[in-house]
């Protein structure tokens, strides 16, 4: 294959990749096709023992990093990237460059390859997966690769996206004296409930694929359907993240009762083919001319679990009265403004 | 047991039950524990063979439903309130009586019980579960209910939430003779593309509860990550519903490299426990202090793969530089604002 060919291919294939990519990511700017991508310069630093919070040790300890630009004279340009959730520092090469978020031409660039990315950093870990390590545990790896391995005393800076960012954050309170400017990016410094619970849900879920039979749904229908119930504003506010296990247990109890699993996707499996429009090859315009009487239709904004999308655009072809319910209830709108939701119906069906 | 400390005991557990039920329902308004409570006259109609849109039939076919207040002397007075998902008419209680949603001093609201819901209505189905049974399906029944069993030929109006508003609209199409007005409230004429990415997901979670042994996660991980990691509103825009099978397949193909589910679990573990304040008693303020480089802050609006709340507050008590991405691409606002992002933190780190 010509070899601009196979560049070609490269280049795409990783534009691909990056863009649906594991998410948490930034997935590919997508003018970064034309920007020529600088790859950097990949290599494993093996840090012998490296001793974890929770009292265990990853053991031999490598860390892959990889670094772009060039070093000044005075060691005064670098800039520490840590990845985000998934990421790897394979996939830099679009954000790198002048004007980009990673100007290589003004910094020397090092990107750290987390444990649990599936790079390098990984290779000796045993196939059941990782000891259980922190944000904090990645932050003390990457302090002991700049320091023992290449001998760096100071940082311009530490830049993150999302759980690079939490590490960034990380880095601003453990090393305080360490890096003269941070920025996490999308990214946070601590947990909140809502997060718990998106997170929670998300393990739930990799764990009934792969070992369930016959295991109880609801261990991760519930937490699944409450991500979505109301506004992570709603969960943030109401739920401190130290009564996180108080609440998912509550989720788990309530939802435990008399539901059979296959009844609930039964009524899935029917909203999944809701349309009315269907007779009229989808048509909404159609199916909306077919309607004879008077509508009040009410939609909450911020609703996750029924999109108001297609109800507003209803209301306007039927020239019918929208309501939209405000709160930050997300589908639960309908509860917590029960007061002007009973007031507007009722106000209409007296009509 | 006195009768009341059992009325109570019923009324409380009902209230306990309808707040944390099955979602997509209203829950309960808590000031309706105040409320006296009217349970309805329950009925079940013995329609013998329902015929459904897939042209297989549930036979026998047996209705719930459940009925307030008394029908006037014209028959002008009705009110059909179909169920929400996974609702159940004996759930109703709390949204019945002057000033409240269903005013039963004024009209005969007649509740019904869908098929899939736990109720009389499912008595006769297999364990399997049903056949796949459309909304449209359960507005024919609830026509046949209406007309054959209680001989009525109009109706003041249907009121519906959620997957019952998803009803009311098919009732306004299917039906447009029939009844004078409709409410749908938190409810579509037609799924999008968000709509079906998480029912999608949430069958996809059941099924791998049920029966999964080495099943592969990304069924189920790809889509749960991207229901939530851009907003509904992008995917609603993005992805018209025709796409979605392709749209599916790309986020499973795209997310099936080469990443494994220990690896993944390893990382979301870390997140999960991560708080810089947690050698400060979680005092987020105590961290701050800690502080000693200049920050920039980087939250997406709209972001609920990462909420923005602690960065923002940690913005506040160092007094850093805070900037807010308003797309609507959640998470991936990072990438859908490249432009402005690079700008900023360059300007930032050139300082």
Redesign the interface.
């Given at each position: 294959m010509p070899l601009t060919l196979v560049s070609l291919t490269v280049t795409m294939k990783r534009v691909?990749?990056q863009?649906?990519?594991?998410?948490?990511s930034?997935?590919?700017?997508w003018n970064a096709i034309a920007h020529a991508q600088d790859l950097g310069n990949f290599r494993v630093a093996e840090l012998g023992r490296c001793m974890l919070e929770n009292g265990t040790a990853i053991d031999p300890c490598r860390m892959g990093f990889r670094t772009f630009g060039r070093l000044n004279t005075d060691g005064t340009n670098v800039?520490l990237f840590p990845m985000w959730?998934?990421g790897k520092t394979s996939e830099l090469a679009s954000k790198i460059g002048a004007?980009?978020?990673l100007?290589s031409t003004?910094?020397y660039i090092i990107a750290i390859d987390?444990?649990?990315?599936?790079s390098p950093s990984?290779t000796k870990t045993p196939?059941?997966?990782?000891p259980?390590?922190?944000?904090?545990?990645?932050v003390r790896v990457a302090y002991r690769l700049l320091t023992e391995e290449l001998h760096l005393s100071r940082l311009?800076?530490?830049?993150g996206?999302?759980?690079g960012?939490?590490q960034a954050?990380?880095?601003?309170?453990?090393y305080?004296?360490f890096?003269?400017?941070?920025?996490?990016?999308?990214?946070?410094?601590?947990?909140?409930s809502?997060?718990?619970l998106?997170?929670?849900?998300?393990?739930r879920?990799?764990d009934?694929?792969?070992?369930?039979?016959?295991?109880?749904?609801v261990?991760?229908?519930a937490p699944?359907?409450?991500?979505?119930?109301q506004t992570?504003?709603y969960r943030?506010r109401e739920t401190p993240?130290?009564q996180f296990p108080s609440f998912l247990k509550?989720?788990l109890?309530?939802?435990r009762?008399?539901?059979?699993?296959?009844?609930?996707?039964?009524?899935?499996?029917?909203?999944?083919?809701?349309?009315?429009?269907?007779p009229f090859g989808?048509n909404?315009e159609a199916?909306?001319k077919?309607?004879?009487?008077?509508?009040?239709?009410?939609?909450?904004a911020g609703?996750?679990?029924?999109?108001?999308?297609?109800?507003r655009?209803?209301a306007r072809l039927?020239a019918s009265r929208l309501v939209e319910?405000q709160s930050d209830c997300g589908?639960?709108?309908?509860?917590c403004d029960?007061k002007r939701?009973?007031a507007e119906?009722?106000i209409?069906?007296?009509?």
């Open positions: 691909m990749k863009h649906f990519l594991l998410a948490m930034l997935g590919v700017s800039v959730f998934g004007g980009y978020l100007d003004k910094y987390p444990f649990g990315n599936g990984n196939q059941g997966g990782f259980l390590f922190t944000i904090g545990d990645l311009h800076a530490v830049v996206i999302s759980m960012a939490m954050f990380q880095w601003a309170v453990s305080p004296d890096a003269e400017r941070i920025v996490p990016i999308a990214g946070s410094p601590q947990v909140t809502y997060d718990m998106l997170w929670e849900t998300v393990i879920a990799i009934a694929s792969q070992e369930c039979r016959s295991c109880d749904p261990r991760v229908f699944l359907i409450y991500l979505l119930l992570p504003e943030v993240p130290e509550t989720i109890d309530g939802e009762q008399d539901y059979r699993p296959e009844d609930l996707k039964s009524q899935m499996r029917a909203k999944l083919k809701h349309d009315v429009a269907r989808g909404l199916a909306a077919r309607v004879k009487a008077s509508m009040l239709i009410v939609v909450a609703d996750h679990i029924q999109r108001p999308e297609p109800a655009e209803f039927t319910l589908h639960l709108s309908t509860d029960a939701l009973a119906v009722n209409f069906l007296g009509r």
